[in-house]
């Protein structure tokens, strides 16, 4: 069963059309990365699912339930949109990190918050958080950082920001994670501590969503590859098919390019 289907997805910038219809689809615990030049609207598209922008045209699809119809995308207040957003999470760029709270705080704040929405929270209350708290020190134990999780921000290296940026997305058991180019912004040195946890989501069959100039790393940790370009889907398929038997040659020109 598909958790994700994006169908004829638009999005315009004025009179800029930046997504020109997107179709596809993500099974459950599947990987799929997405490539293409810069411009080709992989960031775009990454923030439609999350809401982040809202798609000009088409359906977002999540459990086989309509979450957005451009149709009808009148009725989507934002109670809706930020009910919406919890199915995906999202690792930007530049990790986003709260730089006043610790990295275990920056885990455990949004489920803290959520928590207190709970009819049963002030009687539960440190129930409820010395779980919340166990759960946040166990992610960051999983993302090798347990030593530094009452480290702030600015003592931590990008690798590590980038690192607790993952455990808060999972803190929220997200249906799909999702990466925007999660070690652009690292020194080459830092990016492999990053790639290694994703890497080992992947293998844990996290569904996830992963848009990367990381063509080597795209290709071994993927299960399908959706290459962009100019807005539209140019090739779709395993990293078998899209990086050893490209279908077009604006791909193969990609490929020459990036790889
Ligand atoms: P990519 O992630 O593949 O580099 P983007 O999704 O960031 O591509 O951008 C695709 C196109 O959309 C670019 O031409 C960019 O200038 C344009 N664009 C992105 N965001 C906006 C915006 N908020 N307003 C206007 N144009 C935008």
């Known amino acids: 069963?598909?958790?994700?289907?994006?169908?004829?997805?638009?999005?315009?910038?004025?009179?800029?059309?930046?997504?020109?219809?997107?179709?596809?689809s993500l099974e459950k615990g599947e990987a799929l990365a997405m490539i293409g030049a810069s411009g080709s609207g992989k960031t775009t598209l990454l923030r439609c699912l999350?809401?982040?922008?809202?798609?000009?045209?088409g359906q977002i699809i999540v459990n086989d339930k309509v979450i957005f119809d451009a149709?009808?995308?009148?009725?989507?207040?934002?109670?809706?949109i930020r009910k919406n957003r919890l199915h995906f999470g999202m690792v930007f760029q530049s990790f986003n990190l709260f730089p006043q709270y610790t990295a275990l705080r920056n885990c455990t704040l949004a489920r803290e918050l959520m928590a207190k929405e709970r009819p049963d929270f002030k009687e539960n209350k440190k129930?409820?958080?010395?779980?919340?708290?166990a759960e946040g020190e166990a992610l960051l134990e999983s993302v090798g950082l347990k030593e530094k999780m009452n480290y702030y921000p600015h003592?931590?290296?990008?690798?590590?920001?980038?690192?607790?940026a993952i455990a808060r997305a999972l803190m929220l058991q997200p249906d799909i994670l999702c990466f925007d180019e999660p070690t652009s912004a690292l020194d080459?040195?830092?990016?492999?501590?990053?790639l290694k946890v994703i890497r080992g989501l992947a293998d844990r069959h996290t569904t996830m969503v992963i848009v990367t100039h990381e063509m080597k790393?795209?290709?071994?940790?993927?299960?399908?590859?959706?290459?962009?370009?100019q807005g539209t889907i140019a090739e779709y398929g395993t990293p078998e098919q899209v990086f050893e038997h490209p279908k077009e040659?604006?791909?193969?020109?990609?490929?020459?390019?990036?790889f």
């Open 217 to 229: 790393f795209a290709r071994d940790v993927s299960d399908k590859v959706l290459f962009l370009d």
């Open 188 to 194: 080459p040195e830092l990016t492999g501590e990053v």
């Open 249 to 258: 040659e604006r791909t193969r020109q990609f490929l020459e390019r990036y």
């Open 50 to 57: 999350n809401f982040l922008e809202r798609p000009t045209h």
């Open 155 to 164: 003592q931590l290296s990008g690798g590590q920001q980038q690192r607790v």
């Open 127 to 133: 129930k409820i958080m010395d779980e919340i708290t």
């Open 71 to 80: 149709d009808d995308n009148k009725s989507l207040g934002d109670a809706q």
């Open 1 to 24: 069963m598909s958790i994700l289907e994006v169908k004829n997805l638009k999005k315009n910038f004025g009179s800029l059309e930046v997504l020109k219809g997107i179709d596809f």
